[in-house]
């Protein structure tokens, strides 16, 4: 602590010195005899009280105490003024520009020295409320960089999740196409070897015709091949391939038509949902394709029971209402799977609308929730799974799309060894800031 005492006169610097000496005031003192030099040492030294006299020659006090408070920097340094009865108009002046407390001249001890102290007691309670202040600062600041990497880790999360998710599938995505890419290649196979057979059969017809075209009409000729035609037609069972042809056909489109849509929703799917535009969908349409997706996933183990009833449509991101479904159907395939269960599991998706709401809920009749996790699930990384199954980010990102991004709900029920129950509401309108 430094109190800097300027006054003209060195007699009264002397006995202020003095008296702050013997009272074991804990302080540097430093001292002058005119404002120009008081302002120079307080430049260049660490200065917390100053003692200032008003009348001084050149400039005065109260000039010296304006030209202080100009700077920021001297801000909270304590000013105590130096005055004589007659300064009292001067007094009043002081306190206008910023002085904190005076010291009467001549010099009272007790008064002197109770306001010295004061103003080193402010002086102290500045300093340390300026050092907590800074480790606040710095906490803060620290904070903020922790959020931002936070933030960061967060997005990256989100976007691993929906990767995972994909690659998760791809394997089933491959499977579901594999089987009807199965049976359109067998079937073409089958059809090539069913027109070699026509062939022969044409060029039988080819003949006879060429025979009746030239004109030497034999009728034993004739009859013989018309006898051959027949029975080559018997042989190669012209009748049933040309049946079994047709539907071989209608089987290849049907599982032409089972691939486009595989592909067409992982499609959908995969793209970058920024570019995705809001828009108006059935959301039946969007569950069928998502399950369309993960149908690898459940169909060997797990029943699907659909109960949809007719519905608006909803103003949504298709990918994103896709990606929450797929989340909430894939945790209680999981679920049920991980009972290891000898029966099929169940899991039942309700579609209804209810005033301005379209509802969705999705039942498993799996192993259920414990109730000391219930109100976790949808905190970020919350996982009950180990780390290839899961990041614990998917009921977390479908609370941000529902909740946040649709103006929704979603909420949970649950009886531990019997059912959990999905539930999510969506409002059927736009929402206003959308
Ligand atoms: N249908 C369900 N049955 C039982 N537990 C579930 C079900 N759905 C979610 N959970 C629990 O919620 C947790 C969080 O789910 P989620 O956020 O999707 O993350 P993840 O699937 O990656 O674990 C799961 O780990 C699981 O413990
Ligand atoms: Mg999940």
Redesign the pocket.
Known sequence: MKILIIDDSKLVIEYAKSILLENNINCDIVTCNNGEDGLRILENEEIDVIILDIVMPNISGIEVLKRIRLNKKYDDVQILMFTSLQDKEFLKISFEYGATDFVRKPIEVIEFISRVKAAIRVRNYQLSLREALSILEDRNSQLVELNKQLKEAQDYMVQKEKLAAIGQLAAGVAHEINNPLGYVSSNTETLSKYIVKYKSIIKEYRRLIEIIEKNNLNFDEIMEIIKNIKKLENKLHINFISEDGEMLINDSFEGIERITKIVHSLKNFARDEKNDEYDNYDLTDIIEETLLLIKNEYKYSIDIEKDFQITSQIFCNRIQISQVIM?III??V??IKSQNRNDRGLIRIKVYQQEGYVICEIK?N????EKQ?INK?FNPF????NIS????????IAYDIIVNKHGGDIFVE?ELGKY?IFTIVLPIKKLENN
Request: aromatic share 4%; charged share 10%; hydrophobic share 25%.
């Open positions: 989340n945790n209680a999981q679920a498993d799996g192993p259920g929730i996790n699930i919350f996982t009950t799974k199954q899961g990041t614990g980010l998917g009921l977390n649950s959990t």
